[in-house]
């Protein structure tokens, strides 16, 4: 697997998301992972996640920014999100196949989407963490009514707060151990507790 060229083992939605990652890309180790980052939109997945990769060594893996590698003017229809998820999850399966850490920066909010995450970390015998973004709804509407004229900003989602609203009431909590966070806060501690976990992770030899 390479980031340079064409690798033909890999299908072609998969080699463009991976031609797309943010470079460099982490070294292989042993026993590498998956950290997934969910949460509503603007209750800050990509600020956090973008904390963490500065901490730990992880190939992040932003759904917003995967989907608009594959569909630069995205429509979010239900064919579309299939296709992009499909690569998503491919990508994600390459990656720990070379033994390379993943963050996964994506909303999933429903425990059948995290199903085929906890299958692929599991076929790959790698651990998972996973992590929920929480904000107050005010500072949440604030965060999305200023998307707009924030052209520095970490994320690449296209999510207001008619999407928010229409989200909020379909999420379903994790059936697997998470930590919490509200970034209207100091999110240190916690991003302390995700880092120290990750680094347990990946020295375990069992």
Do not use: C
């Not at 850490?101 to 425990?111: G, H, Q």
């Not at 929480?134 to 520095?152: F, G, I, K, N, T």
């Not at 707060?161 to 151990?177: D, G, H, K, L």
């Amino acid at each position: 697997m390479t980031t340079q060229g064409q690798s033909p083992e890999l299908p072609t939605d998969v080699q463009r998301l991976l031609d797309a990652l943010p470079q460099p890309m982490p070294l292989p180790v042993v026993r590498p992972g998956l950290v997934i980052v969910s949460g509503l939109p603007g209750t800050g997945k990509s600020y956090f996640s973008h904390r963490l990769v500065q901490r730990a060594p992880l190939a992040l893996v932003e759904s917003d920014a995967m989907r608009k590698a594959l569909f630069p003017q995205p429509r979010y229809a239900a064919e579309e999100s299939a296709r992009v998820f499909t690569a998503i999850h491919g990508l994600i399966d390459a990656l720990l196949a070379e033994g390379i850490p993943v963050l996964l920066d994506a909303t999933t909010l429903l425990e059948a989407h995290r199903e085929p995450l906890y299958d692929i970390a599991a076929r790959r015998k790698a651990w998972v963490v996973m992590v929920l973004t929480v904000a107050p709804s005010q500072e949440v509407r604030r965060r999305l009514d200023r998307r707009p004229s924030q052209s520095w900003r970490l994320d690449s989602s296209d999510a207001d707060w008619n999407v928010y609203e229409r989200m909020r009431y379909a999420q379903e909590p994790s059936s697997r151990p998470h930590h919490r966070v509200d970034t209207a806060r100091d999110i240190t501690p916690v991003l302390d507790k995700v880092v120290e976990e990750i680094q347990a992770n990946t020295a375990r030899t069992v």
